[in-house]
């Protein structure tokens, strides 16, 4: 069973930091692209970052030069540094994992960044 857990996440006053990790089970990690996406309230979900599986990575404009997507394969487990953190990148934060067949989703961790 694939199992995407999700932890980090917390209030942080803005220009604060954060960092979030994905921890996978269940599935050869290393194969496998993955990425992370966000949530805001009333809002649909976006991608914040990807990474394949030789570590090309690719952000999306909002966040490039603050955010650091990262993977350590040996532990089955993806991070998110998150640098100079702003309101809008309030909300909740998920890690997903892409494989030929289907993609899974872990539970989502909340960040929250007062103003």
């Known amino acids: 069973q694939v199992q995407l857990v999700e932890s980090g996440g917390g209030l942080v006053q803005a220009g604060g930091s954060l960092r979030l990790s994905c921890a996978a089970s269940g599935i050869r990690f290393s194969n496998n692209p993955m990425a992370w996406y966000r949530q805001a309230l009333g809002k649909q979900r976006e991608l914040v970052a990807g990474i394949n599986f030789i570590g090309s990575t690719n952000y999306a404009d909002s966040v490039k030069g603050r955010f650091t997507i990262s993977r350590d394969n040996a532990k089955n487990t993806m991070y998110l540094q998150m640098n100079s953190l702003k309101p809008e990148d309030t909300g909740v934060y998920y890690c997903?994992?892409?494989?030929?067949?289907?993609?899974?989703w872990g539970q989502g961790t909340q960040v929250t960044v007062s103003s």
């Open positions: 997903k994992i892409q494989t030929a067949i289907t993609s899974y």
